[in-house]
């Protein structure tokens, strides 16, 4: 299983944006990188995926290196509701089924501040 | 909007007592997934299920039961509650899909076993 490294904790100023990194040198050819949050007492919430190609939606960017060894979560203006543990995944494939486990390690906790 | 609900938010058991948890989700997913949550560990997966009346054991399925009788219904049964199941309890699905595979979390059950 590709395992992954956070930083503990960040912390950003409100209207700026937060740059969240993720190592996972050890990702193989065909395994999907997945961001999810989680708002204190809440369950996670999903953001964004990719594989190769940054992705954008309404949530995020995710930038993911040529190598993919590493990627970036950024939240391009960030509000104090985006205060939360911020977990990166590599997806593991379950076998004989179509099924997967989401391995969420300790994520990284970021506060936003006014 | 992907709508996972839970059963309770909060729950107080007594040892030995048998303990039901339910999950209902709204979309018409195959996969449903039982993880907790604990401190220092991460999330863990307790059982998953691709298809009704169908179950697989996750990491941790000792003391642990499920039941998925309907598709959108998905049950952890705890047969005989002890304290080292006190625990965030978070139920999740999916659709079916080999690399696009997005988890939808619920709210989560906090359970307390005296």
């Known amino acids: 299983d590709a395992k992954t490294t956070q930083p503990p904790s960040m912390d950003c100023a409100e209207g700026r944006a937060a740059n969240l990194p993720c190592n996972h040198s050890?990702?193989?050819?065909?395994?999907?990188v997945y961001w999810y949050r989680q708002i204190h007492s809440q369950g996670p919430q999903y953001i964004i995926h990719g594989l190769k190609n940054n992705e954008t939606n309404e949530m995020a960017s995710l930038i993911i290196t040529e190598d993919r060894k590493s990627s970036t979560l950024i939240l391009p203006h960030a509000t104090l509701r985006d205060t939360a543990v911020y977990y990166c995944i590599v997806r593991v494939e379950l076998q004989e089924t179509s099924g997967s486990r989401l391995t969420f390690g300790e994520g990284t906790q970021l506060t936003v501040n006014p | 909007d992907v709508k996972v609900t839970q059963s309770s938010r909060y729950l107080v058991k007594r040892t030995g007592e048998k303990v039901f948890l339910e999950c209902v989700q709204d979309m018409d997913h195959e996969n449903m997934f039982w993880y907790r949550q604990d401190p220092g560990l991460g999330l863990r997966l307790i059982y998953f299920s691709y298809d009704v009346k169908m179950k697989e054991k996750g990491d941790i399925p000792e003391g642990y039961s499920v039941s998925r009788e309907k598709k959108e219904r998905f049950s952890l049964i705890l047969e005989s509650a002890s304290t080292n199941q006190t625990s965030m309890y978070l139920c999740?699905?999916?659709?079916?899909?080999?690399?696009?595979?997005?988890?939808?979390f619920g709210p989560g059950t906090r359970l307390l076993v005296l």
């Open positions: 999740a699905s999916s659709l079916q899909g080999w690399y696009r595979e997005t988890q939808y």
């Open positions: 050890t990702i193989s050819g065909n395994e999907y």
